[in-house]
């Protein structure tokens, strides 16, 4: 599969308390996308990061990038209710012009 | 911000039907993009467009086709549905500058095919 995959399926914790999400993938990218799913609607963009970029931040959002280990993480910091949603990596790999989705975790977030 | 609109949110087709997916985007973006998300399988690519009249079959194309006549219009087409088609429908659209940007996504049309 060219999709990347996403860790754990399902996350549940206090808000307040931080989420980390990870992603692996397997081919050689440009650079990953992070995006988020509320229930049953569309998926919004949240950050992307180059495959030259090691970390970057966006808001309460930091996400992480080792091309050694193809992998990512997503840390959501200080949690709170609204932030319960699917969370997607997708990966522009190299040579593709579209993007590759992994099957996403699910966050819920108690108040 | 771009705006991509998708014509029904729930839609409820009987096999055999000829079904016709609807999406417009307001940004004169080249690139849009439909996508089928089922539980466990994640977002698959069905079909992409680059630019009017043009497309080009993405991971499962099979049972679907498409229809580009004008730039902000990326019509998504069941033949003849059937039940192993229910599923939520996703358009997107992108930058036409390529992967460097993000996609922006239609809030999908969930299809029950019965």
């Known amino acids: 599969s060219q999709q990347g995959e996403e860790d754990p399926q399902a996350l549940s914790i206090q808000e307040g308390e931080n989420a980390t999400m990870n992603c692996s993938y397997k081919t050689s990218i440009n650079n990953l996308q992070w995006y988020r799913q509320n229930s049953g609607r569309g998926l919004v963009h949240l950050i992307l990061i180059r495959s030259n970029e090691r970390e970057k931040h966006s808001g309460r959002l930091r996400v992480t990038l080792d091309t050694s280990k193809k992998s990512s993480s997503l840390l959501i910091t200080a949690s709170r209710a609204a932030d319960t949603a699917s969370y997607f990596c997708a990966t522009a790999q190299t040579g593709a012009n579209n993007l590759f989705f992994g099957t996403g975790t699910r966050l819920t977030v108690i108040p | 911000d771009v705006k991509v609109t998708q014509s029904s949110r729930y839609l409820v087709k009987r096999t055999g039907e000829k079904v016709f997916l609807e999406c417009v985007q307001d940004?004169?973006?080249?690139?849009m993009f439909w996508y089928r998300q089922d539980p466990g399988l994640g977002l698959r690519l069905i079909y992409f467009s680059y630019d009017v009249k043009m497309k080009e079959k993405g991971d499962i194309p099979e049972g679907y086709s498409v229809s580009r006549e004008k730039k902000e219009r990326f019509s998504l087409i069941l033949e003849s549905a059937s039940t192993n088609q229910t599923s939520m429908y996703l358009c997107?659209?992108?930058?036409?500058?390529?992967?460097?940007?993000?996609?922006?996504f239609g809030s999908g049309t969930r299809l029950t095919v019965v």
């Open positions: 940004m004169d973006h080249e690139n």
């Open positions: 997107a659209t992108r930058n036409p500058q390529g992967t460097a940007y993000g996609y922006t």
